[in-house]
């Protein structure tokens, strides 16, 4: 039995994350479906950030991100 290794590549630095089997990181997933009030009209977009990337876009907040701590990790 072999299993493919699984890989998600960040949309900013092109860099790939090894998801699974066996995780070698993590990923941020954003994804938004736009509406009629924005200028977007129904667009959907999806967009992947590996964890410097994520660790670069917080750090470019004016207002720093709400960070809440889980008590146990799955
Ligand atoms: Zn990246």
Redesign the pocket.
Known sequence: MTQENEFMV??????KVKTGPVPEGEVFIGRKSWGYFSGKDTREDEFV??????DRLLASFAIPAVKRYRNEVM
């Not at 950030?49 to 994520?54: G, I, R």
Request: charged share 15%; proline share 0%.
């Open positions: 960040c949309n900013r630095c092109a860099g950030l590996c964890e410097s990337c994520y």
